[in-house]
């Protein structure tokens, strides 16, 4: 389809691994946004790119999570020596980059650190 | 800093019953924009409706309508003769067009309609 993609749909991993959670969003968008939703929460911005700059990444937690998009279109947060706190869903929506065009969110990546 | 408050945290309704989410926002700024979205039990946000600061003309699409009024700093949605597929969690987050412009969420209202 043309929506947004996000694999892998579900990940579970043990506290202290590595994860790469990988978004790909609707073609020809340039704005992309990850936010992480925890149980009954809203989304919490996590950071934004326009095209291949990291624009804004205030709501990363920690210097454990790392975003990129070296190319201007996939983007793959990464996050190192998970912890149980980690655990929520990731969302990663794309906008075409203007101020007043909605995002369009992909299914997300639900972890679960154990 | 910009703020939305959704204070209705979950509501629960008959097949068939009018129901209106509230959606309530704070920001400075003079020009910025509101959205819904559907959160349905899958997970996906799902666009509904965006409205402009500088536009208070409200619109009905079907069974939905939706009410801005930048006086009480609004932005309500009503569902009209709701429907099971109706249940979701709804979300109004907020947009500036400048300084922040990362759009802010609220917790989302969970409604569910019973059959």
Redesign the interface.
């Known amino acids: 389809g043309a929506g947004v993609s996000q694999s892998p749909r579900y990940k579970v991993a043990k506290r202290g691994q590595d994860v790469a959670l990988r978004c790909d969003p609707i073609s020809g968008h340039v704005s992309l946004?990850w936010?992480q939703q925890a149980l009954?929460?809203?989304?919490?911005?996590l950071t934004?790119f326009q095209n291949e700059a990291q624009l804004?990444k205030s709501?990363l937690p920690s210097d454990r999570f790392f975003a990129e998009r070296p190319e201007g279109s996939v983007s793959t947060l990464k996050i190192q020596r998970t912890q149980q706190e980690d655990s929520a869903?990731y969302?990663c929506?794309s906008s075409s980059g203007q101020?007043?065009s909605?995002?369009?969110?992909?299914?997300?990546t639900?972890l679960t650190v154990t | 800093a910009q703020k939305v408050t959704q204070a209705q945290t979950e509501i629960s309704v008959v097949e068939k019953e009018d129901v209106t989410l509230d959606c309530v926002y704070e920001t400075r700024d003079t020009t910025y924009y509101l959205f819904w979205y559907k959160q349905p039990p899958s997970g996906e946000l799902v666009f509904l409706i965006r409205r402009n600061s500088f536009d208070e003309q409200n619109e009905i699409s079907g069974r939905y309508s939706w009410n801005f009024q930048k006086s009480t700093s609004s932005f309500n949605f009503t569902i009209t003769a709701s429907q099971v597929v109706d249940s979701a969690v709804y979300f109004c987050p907020l947009r500036l067009s400048g300084g922040s412009y990362i759009p802010t969420f609220g917790r989302g209202t969970s409604l569910i309609v019973h059959p």
């Open positions: 946004f936010y009954g929460q809203g989304p919490e911005f934004y804004d709501g869903v969302l929506a101020y007043n909605p995002l369009h969110f992909g299914n997300g639900r």
